[in-house]
Each structure stands twice: as C-alpha cells, then as structure tokens.
C-alpha cells in the first residue's frame, strides 16, 4: 500500500505548513480530515521517490569511484589549493596542478 502526504489547512482553506503521511490502500478515499486531531486536511501531490535505473536514489551509486574505475573512468576531486588528485581509474597522473 502506498504512503500517501497530507497538508493541514486552515479555517479558510489554506496549507498550514503542517503534513503527515499515512499508509493507505489506493481504493480508499482521500482523508478530509487528521485522523488524531480532526483538523482539516488535503492530499499533498508530490514526485514519487522511485529508485529506477535513472533516478537520482541510484545515480549516487552509479558514480561511485569503485563503479567509476570498473568501467574505465578516472575521476579527480580537489584535494587543496591548485590541486586535484586521482581518487578513481589508473589513467593519467596521480596529481594535477593548476601551475
């Protein structure tokens, strides 16, 4: 089942700031009001979090410096003032200078 985001509203309609998520079947109606407070409230629309082959939850690992060497890649991160060191792949120096 999916979890479903809520807004609070106020006495004229509006979104207070305040969510809360609950776990319901997709054939349930939409709640109208907090289920412990029974303060108004409203189904929030929001992306899904869906970790597929592009999506950014696996992109992380996709760039990964033991992913990155596996497939052929050299990778420099910034190490200090005016320079960058290899952290991934066996090509090319193990420093670059900005000299």
């Known amino acids: 089942m999916p979890t479903y985001l809520y807004e ?4 004229g309609g ?4 305040e969510t809360f998520e609950i776990v319901q079947s997709m054939k349930d109606d ?12 409203r ?16 992109g992380k ?3 990964s410096n ?6 052929g890649f050299t990778k420099y991160e910034k190490k200090g003032n ?11 120096p193990k420093t670059l200078h900005a000299d």
């Not at 939409?30 to 409230?41: D, E, R, S, V, W």
């Not at 033991?66 to 497939?71: D, I, S, T, V």
């Open 43 to 58: 189904r929030a629309i929001v992306a899904p979090s869906i970790a597929g082959k592009w999506s950014d939850l696996k």
């Open 14 to 17: 509006k979104p207070t700031g």
């Open 61 to 63: 690992g996709a760039l």
């Open 66 to 71: 033991k992913n990155l060497e596996r497939m």
């Open 82 to 92: 005016g320079y960058m060191e290899r952290t991934a792949g066996k090509q090319g």
């Open 8 to 11: 609070i509203l106020d006495k």
């Open 30 to 41: 939409a709640l109208t009001a907090q289920p412990q407070t029974g303060k108004p409230c």
